[in-house]
């Protein structure tokens, strides 16, 4: 099968990584081509948005759209997720040989705030911040209107991501912590999730998020203890708002809570390589021991 995966940033990266051996493999994206030539993938310089520049990517058989807004605001979110998205189905959709299936990576954020109870695919979805009502609708697109255009579209819902360069251990380690739910999901287990999907008619919607949501304070005093290094400053959410200092988004993201199932992402066959924390953190917390000696 040849694979184009739209966007070879933190995750596609590692996608394309775990595809090279069994699959041709094309990697998109806007600069650093290098990167996803060491992957052994064929890089391709183009950027989703732009109809032309996508003339460049060969026919495949399976598409991922992987493609990242860079951490701006919800205007290019807008751009890249809504925009970005239906530009791509359509450039690929309309050719003799279209792809197959489509898998977009979306977020667990559209869910809302549950007030920390359990959410699964079942549950509506209630984004609170424009970035995840972007989000939203992105989904329908890679849904609704990927079917309209002949494409078998699934989302893959990721968690928090962490894992190699995203650890940040001095946010749980020096403190204060402020309290809420972690839902987390390992780079590895994002990226053989989305390798998993791909494989056969699935679900339109999957949670890629590991076994055991936590709160954030038992997550940060295990992280101490694992360390060895006291336990952090805990603060609770009424006291971290009343600082007074954050922004409209940011505290609509601490007033968030929730737990996400992922029991139908084991339904659908997928093992865990990190199936908690504690698994995914391991190689972390011994990198810290070792240069703590």
Known sequence: MRIGILGCGYVGLELA??????????????????????TGATAIEADVTDAASLAAVPD??????AASSGGRGADAAREVYVDGLETAIDAFAGRESPPERLVYTSSTGVYGDHDGGWVDETTAIDPT????????????????????RGIDG?????????????????????????AG?????????AAGAVAHLL?????????????????????????ADECGVDRPDKRTKRERLA???????AE????????????????????????TYREGYRAAVEAYRRESA
Request: hydrophobic share 40%; no cysteine; glycine share 6%.
């Open 60 to 65: 495949v058989d399976w598409l991922v759209f």
């Open 181 to 189: 739910y972690l839902n987390m999901v390992h780079r590895d287990d």
């Open 199 to 223: 494989g056969g008619v699935e679900p339109s919607v999957v949670n890629v998020v590991d076994d055991e949501p936590v709160s954030k304070h038992a997550f940060a005093d295990w992280l």
């Open 17 to 38: 990584r775990r595809l090279t051996s069994a699959h041709e493999v094309v990697g998109v994206r806007r600069s650093n081509l290098s990167a996803v030539e060491e």
């Open 129 to 148: 911040t424009e970035k995840t009502t972007v989000l939203a609708e992105a989904e329908r697109i890679a849904t609704e209107y990927a079917a309209e």
């Open 243 to 249: 600082a007074g200092d954050l922004s409209e988004p």
């Open 252 to 275: 609509r993201r601490i007033l968030t809570s929730k737990r996400v199932s992922n029991d139908r992402l084991h339904e659908v066959g997928y093992e865990l390589t990190a199936p």
């Open 154 to 178: 699934t989302v893959a819902r990721f968690a928090g991501l962490y894992g190699p360069d995203r650890y940040r251990l001095d946010r749980y380690l020096d403190g204060p912590v402020t």
